[in-house]
């Protein structure tokens, strides 16, 4: 019989959230938050093991028949209050996600509000749950009813903690399945605010929360038998390791958001201002670059090159870097050490190939700026198809920017890398943007835009970048299982 998991009250470290409880791990391990800025310490969460991921998907498997068999409407209710009560919470969760993620207050201020929009959108979509009718026989009855999977797996990454772990509660909530979900061991903190909302608002099992690493807990969640239905986000070698563990222990549902190495195509009829403007936006600096949707190629056409270039790095090296709390802050500190240390070798494979660094790509100097995780914002230019920067996602302030003249080679050089996720297009030619839209290998492209996901929108990714898609009404769907019925009725009434 496994063990139960102690319930904790009044302890100054944050707990996760099995079966209803606030509790710490059953092994007793802790992990600890680290300020990336100045690495001084937040605070500690459980390191869950396989224990504690059996405890939490039990839990779940028991409440998934009554969560399955409560109305969609009331489903929907429960998670609106959920919104409801994390707007509440709002201050505290940014000033959470600021000190753990090191991105900066201006760009985290909107993740709570984003996170609740989605959970209001997907409540709204509750009565859309809906089968078919198939007149495949003029005498019989032919439909199709949708039905949870049960228990629901998601696993998240470091970059937006708590916009991932509601938003992404919300599809598979409303279509009547239970969830086990994972953030990263990276950036735990606000997500236990989550559990503490979650523990007050659904019922026991319905929503657990375990905080331990991707190689325990993480490993555990995605080979149990009992987790049909899996979604992570993070990088494609993680994605492809999840995948292979998945299939070890069962057939599974696995869906994927992974990385993205995305074009800014910027066409000769284009602003300069304009797009130096949404170049500099595209590569989200207030995320230190740490976004999969980031536009990090720039691809500019020759008549514009020069004049963009000189543009870009006149903006990126105005940009203020510094603590991340202040509201005047335009970027913060990478994450942590592993992930500086690994953008630190794309800076110098960059070097290595040949491409022309523009600014950054070091350390910035000042007492400020001793301890934590910091990297000056950075370009390069004249990056070539054949030079690992161009390819490779960097996941930084790293933005390559390549000069392009000849139409017919413009797709090629576009969707020559392994990734697929978003695209920017920029010109004045409607027609041009739209034959370029449709040729470009991605899924979620932007004309005359970028950075920016629009509500019911689908996002998700070609090629490596990923399988599935999330917040639009596919992702609902994607959380339920058809089952189709046929009911034979005589060939004529007596």
């Not at 514009?304 to 090296?317: G, I, N």
């Not at 700026?369 to 996941?395: I, K, N, Y």
């Not at 090629?463 to 089952?483: A, H, N």
Request: with cysteine; glycine share 10%; charged share 20%.
């Amino acid at each position: 019989m496994p063990p139960t998991a102690t319930p904790v009250s009044g302890a100054p470290d944050r707990l996760m959230l099995i079966d209803g409880k606030l509790c710490a791990s059953v092994g007793g391990g802790w992990l600890t938050a680290i300020d990336p800025s100045n690495e001084a310490v937040l605070g500690r969460v459980p390191e869950a093991t396989a224990e504690d991921v059996e405890l939490a998907v039990a839990a779940a498997d028991r409440a998934a028949p009554a969560w399955a068999a409560t109305s969609a409407l009331e489903r929907a209710r429960l998670v609106r209050e959920l919104a409801r009560r994390a707007l509440e919470r709002a201050d505290e969760l940014l000033e959470l996600e600021v000190r753990d993620t090191g991105n900066t207050r201006r760009r985290m201020v909107r993740d709570v509000t984003m996170a609740t929009d989605l959970l209001e959108y997907f409540a709204g979509l509750a009565l859309e749950l809906k089968g078919e009718t198939v007149p495949s026989t003029p005498t019989g009855l032919h439909l199709s009813v949708r039905e949870p999977y049960g228990v629901v797996g998601r696993i998240l990454a470091f970059n937006h903690p708590f916009y991932f772990a509601a938003s992404r509660l919300a599809a598979p909530l409303v279509a009547g399945n239970t969830v086990v979900l994972k953030p990263s061991e990276e950036a735990p903190l606000s997500t236990t605010v989550l559990a503490e909302l979650c523990a007050e608002i659904f019922p026991p099992g319905v929503v657990n929360i375990v905080t331990g690493t991707g190689l325990d807990a993480g490993a555990a969640l995605v080979r149990h038998p009992r987790v049909k239905r899996l979604t992570f986000i993070g990088s494609v070698p993680t994605g492809r390791a999840i995948q292979r563990q998945a299939a070890e222990s069962s057939v599974k549902h696995v869906s994927l958001e992974l990385g993205g190495k995305n074009p800014m195509i910027v066409f000769g009829d284009a602003d300069p201002e304009t797009v130096a403007t949404a170049a500099v936006a595209g590569m989200n600096f207030g995320h230190q670059g740490q976004s999969c949707g980031s536009t990090s190629r720039l691809l500019l056409h020759e008549d514009l090159y020069d004049d963009v270039l000189a543009r870009v790095v006149d903006k990126v090296s105005a940009l203020r870097l510094g603590d991340p709390t202040r509201d005047d802050t335009d970027m913060g500190p990478l994450n942590n050490a592993r992930h500086l240390q690994n953008v630190m070798s794309h800076i110098a494979a960059a070097k290595e190939d040949g491409a022309r660094l523009m600014t950054g790509g070091r350390r910035p100097g000042g007492a400020q700026f001793e301890r934590g995780f910091w990297l000056q914002p950075t370009v390069f230019a004249d990056v070539t198809p054949g030079m690992r920067l161009f390819r490779s996602e960097v996941f930084g302030p790293v933005l390559a920017v390549s000069r392009w003249s000849d139409d017919d080679d413009l797709l090629a050089i576009a969707n020559g890398v392994d990734y697929g996720l978003t695209a920017s297009i920029w010109t004045n030619d409607l027609n041009r943007a739209l034959v370029t839209a449709r040729a470009v290998q991605a899924g979620y492209v932007w004309i005359n835009g970028n950075s920016s996901h629009f509500p019911g929108t689908s996002f998700g990714g070609r090629k490596e970048s990923g399988t599935g898609s999330e917040e639009g009404l596919d992702e609902l769907l994607s959380f339920t299982e058809v089952k189709t019925i046929n009911v034979v009725l005589p060939a004529q009434l007596p």
